[in-house]
């Protein structure tokens, strides 16, 4: 269900009602100290124990893992 939601500052000033459609719900935020990013509701995340990821990158990151070449 979408809400719509006016803006009075903006409706006072154009004289219009432009509707507002309700901000993604921020669940967590990645736990990669460098990343720190918000974790939306119906992101497709990593979950690690207690601790979400936005990314491979930040889980490897986070965990000291490295990606490379196999030799
Ligand atoms: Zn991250």
Not at 3 to 8: D, G, K, S, T
Not at 35 to 58: H, K, L, M, P, S
Request: one cysteine or more; hydrophobic letters at 35%.
């Amino acid at each position: 269900m979408k809400q719509i939601l006016e803006n009075p500052i903006i409706k006072e000033r154009i004289g219009v009602q432009i509707p507002i459609v309700n901000p993604r719900r921020v669940t967590a935020e990645c736990s990669y100290k460098e990343c720190r990013e918000n974790v939306y509701a119906g992101d497709i995340v990593i979950q690690f124990d207690e601790d979400w990821f936005c990314n491979e990158r930040c889980l490897c990151k986070h965990m000291g893992a490295i990606r490379r070449v196999a030799r």
